[in-house]
């Protein structure tokens, strides 16, 4: 069992540089989102997803885009990267039906680090 | 809009000290409350929650309890030991979002 799956794990861009970080999960579960983790910070929401076709911004979604064309699949893209995007990136899903309604499962984290 | 407060850390105990991590919240209508724990290099994973008013959660030995009182869901454990050092964050989730403190790193000496 899968679960939250994330890559790549560690990527080294350079300043105007594009890039996506994946998210997939296999839990079949309606919601979708992306955290970005910094010291002093804690985990601040980028934007999340209620379902396929549906996105939504979080308190920090300046310089990110994302769609949900699949249950599966959460890709965040960062069009033209900036330093202030070094961070600890994490994925996280969770269901809005049935019993475990509250639980988010979270990826193993992607590192980015932007020169 | 919705936010978390938890006391900074580090928090510093010996094994067997009680532990207490303290967490308000500020949310329109009434909330779910959560803990969670990430180990080092891990990500985030659910600790304990509460869903309503005067609920207890707990697990592993932690309790925490919803007041609504004093918008609170403090973090307790009566006995620590040295493999509960992690990062804890308290958060909560009034719509569809969930909305994180800043975490509290916990290191328990032996």
């Known amino acids: 069992n899968a679960g939250v799956t994330q890559t790549p794990k560690f990527q080294v861009l350079k300043t105007g540089q594009s890039m996506t970080l994946q998210c997939a999960q296999d839990?079949?579960?309606?919601?979708m989102s992306w955290y970005r983790q910094d010291p002093g910070m804690g985990l601040r929401l980028i934007h999340y997803?209620?379902?396929?076709?549906?996105?939504d911004q979080g308190e920090v979604p300046n310089g990110y885009n994302v769609s949900r064309s699949t249950t599966e699949d959460f890709p965040l893209r960062l069009l033209s990267a900036a330093p202030s995007q070094t961070s600890v990136y994490f994925c996280?899903?969770?269901?809005?039906?049935?019993?475990?309604?509250?639980?988010?499962?979270f990826g193993e984290g992607s590192r980015l680090t932007v020169l | 809009g919705d936010s978390v407060t938890q006391m900074e850390g580090p928090v510093t105990l010996s094994e067997e000290a009680f532990l207490t991590i303290n967490c308000t919240y500020t949310?329109?209508?009434?909330?779910?409350l959560f803990w969670y724990v990430q180990y080092p290099g891990e990500g985030l994973q659910l600790l304990l929650k509460?869903?309503?008013?005067?609920d207890k959660g707990s697990n592993k030995g932690f309790e925490a309890t919803y007041r609504k009182e004093t918008t609170s869901f403090h973090l307790e454990k009566g006995s620590v030991q040295v493999s509960d050092s992690a990062v804890y964050f308290c958060?909560?989730?009034?719509?569809?979002?969930?909305?994180f403190g800043k975490g509290t790193r916990l290191h328990i000496l032996p």
């Open positions: 996280a899903s969770r269901a809005l039906t049935g019993g475990r309604t509250g639980e988010l499962f």
């Open positions: 839990m079949n579960h309606e919601y």
């Open positions: 997803s209620v379902g396929a076709g549906i996105t």
């Open positions: 949310a329109t209508g009434y909330p779910s």
């Open positions: 509460a869903t309503k008013a005067d």
């Open positions: 958060a909560l989730r009034g719509d569809d979002k969930i909305i």
